[in-house]
């Protein structure tokens, strides 16, 4: 199992993947967000073993004013469903926490939302521990 960057040659893998789980996005779009991605504060890394990606992550760091390092976020973790319980989510997660703490960042934030009992699970059994709410408005009209 390989765990590298995320480049626009992924773009059509993880558009399945995507949609393995309910989400369209076309391969073109995904190309243009990963690219985004790579210009900002942030990385996607995907696992690949043979064929399309097997899972993908993405962490973002930012600055506070209240943290003296950057903060770190992952916005998605995401595993091929036929391709789960087979340790690629944990080997995502310590990807993104070296490129977190490669970015000087100390501490890993995973927003888990709805009832996800698996995924609660998950973050637990890899040293997350809870911290309260999320919450999410949108800075639109009709957003």
């Known amino acids: 199992m390989e765990i590298r960057a995320a480049g626009a040659q992924e773009a059509a893998g993880l558009s399945e993947l995507l949609a393995q789980v309910g989400i369209s996005l076309p391969p073109h779009e995904v190309a243009q967000r990963l690219e985004a991605i790579r210009q900002s504060t942030g ?3 995907v696992a690949l073993a043979w064929g399309p990606p097997s899972g993908v992550v993405v962490v973002h760091w930012h600055r506070t004013l ?3 390092a950057p903060q770190a976020g992952i916005s998605l973790l995401l595993v091929a469903p036929d391709e789960r319980r087979r340790g690629i ?3 995502l997660l310590k990807a ?3 490129a977190a703490r490669t ?3 100390d501490t890993l934030d995973m927003a888990v939302s709805g009832d996800q009992p698996d995924l609660d699970a998950f973050c637990l ?3 997350f521990t809870g911290a309260g709410l999320r919450y999410r408005r949108p800075l639109r009209k009709g957003g």
């Open 103 to 105: 970015a000087g960042c």
């Open 89 to 91: 989510g944990r080997l």
């Open 66 to 68: 209240l943290s003296p």
């Open 96 to 98: 993104a926490a070296q």
């Open 43 to 45: 990385t996607a890394l």
């Open 125 to 127: 059994a890899n040293g």
